[in-house]
């Protein structure tokens, strides 16, 4: 599986962005897709999980973005979403997709659940 994650750019405080990762491999639509983000001299932090079960599924979120973020998958496409909203200075970070085993469960918030990582795509927010 490889992942490319696209979307990020530079938005002002209340801005949003989103972001997009295509993926390209088998059984997707068997894949819980993650986000994570890292910040400089931070570790890598858990966003979101948009879990299986198409675009009627459920995502999981950290509590620093829920309420302000959405996660959607397309599974004819391949390719998940996250929708950041209400942007915030401490949103800045560079944000990667991941991908599970197939059919994976747990609770979706550690790197280590993730079999697949794409490049990274950077969102700044300016104040």
């Known amino acids: 599986v490889q992942l490319q994650a696209s979307g990020g750019g530079l938005v002002q405080v209340g801005g949003s962005l989103r972001l997009t990762c295509a993926a390209s491999?088998?059984?997707?639509?068997?894949?819980?897709m993650g986000w994570f983000r890292q910040a400089p001299g931070k570790e890598r932090e858990f966003v979101a999980a948009?879990?299986?079960?198409?675009?009627?599924?459920?995502?999981v979120y950290s509590d620093s973005v829920k309420g302000r973020f959405t996660g959607s998958r397309d599974d004819a496409q391949n390719t998940v979403y996250l929708r950041l909203d209400s942007l915030k200075p401490e949103d800045t970070a560079v944000y990667y997709c991941?991908?599970?085993?197939?059919?994976?469960?747990?609770?979706?918030?550690?790197?280590?659940?993730?079999?697949?990582w794409g490049q990274g795509t950077q969102v700044t927010v300016s104040s």
């Open positions: 991941a991908a599970s085993r197939i059919y994976y469960t747990g609770t979706y918030q550690l790197p280590w659940e993730y079999d697949f």
């Open positions: 491999g088998d059984s997707f639509s068997s894949r819980v």
């Open positions: 948009v879990l299986r079960g198409g675009p009627r599924g459920t995502t």
